[in-house]
């Protein structure tokens, strides 16, 4: 776990020094982070990055953006196994209501 970790995170600073903080991969890889951690059972640790995901596809593609919708669901998880159940509610809300707005069969961006 410990080398599966160094090396994520390895990977995540070259994406992030090469590409700028706030460039669409470097938010990629922070969703990704999220995503793992949280599955290695550390919720605490992935609200940052799942935090960070939402705020760079935020900047990047707009609020109401299916990216965003999608990293909205993985901190809603995250929330919600940190008791956090209100915010993971408005999380889950906000990315169905983005998803809703969105026509179905298009090219999604």
């Known amino acids: 776990m410990f080398t599966l970790g160094v090396s994520f995170l390895g990977g995540f600073a070259i994406h992030e020094r090469v590409l700028g903080a706030d460039h669409p991969y470097v ?3 922070l969703h990704n982070l999220a995503k793992t951690l ?3 059972g550390d919720p ?5 990055p799942a935090e960070r995901a939402v705020a760079v596809d935020e900047r990047t593609y707009g609020p109401d953006h299916p ?3 999608t990293d909205l669901d993985v901190l809603a998880d ?3 196994d940190l008791d956090d159940h209100e915010a993971a509610q408005r999380c889950r809300a906000r990315a169905t209501a983005i998803r809703a707005a969105r026509p179905r069969g298009g090219d999604g961006g």
């Open 67 to 69: 990216e965003v919708a």
């Open 78 to 80: 995250i929330l919600r």
């Open 38 to 40: 949280r599955e290695l």
């Open 27 to 29: 938010a990629v890889s």
């Open 44 to 48: 605490a640790a992935a609200r940052p």
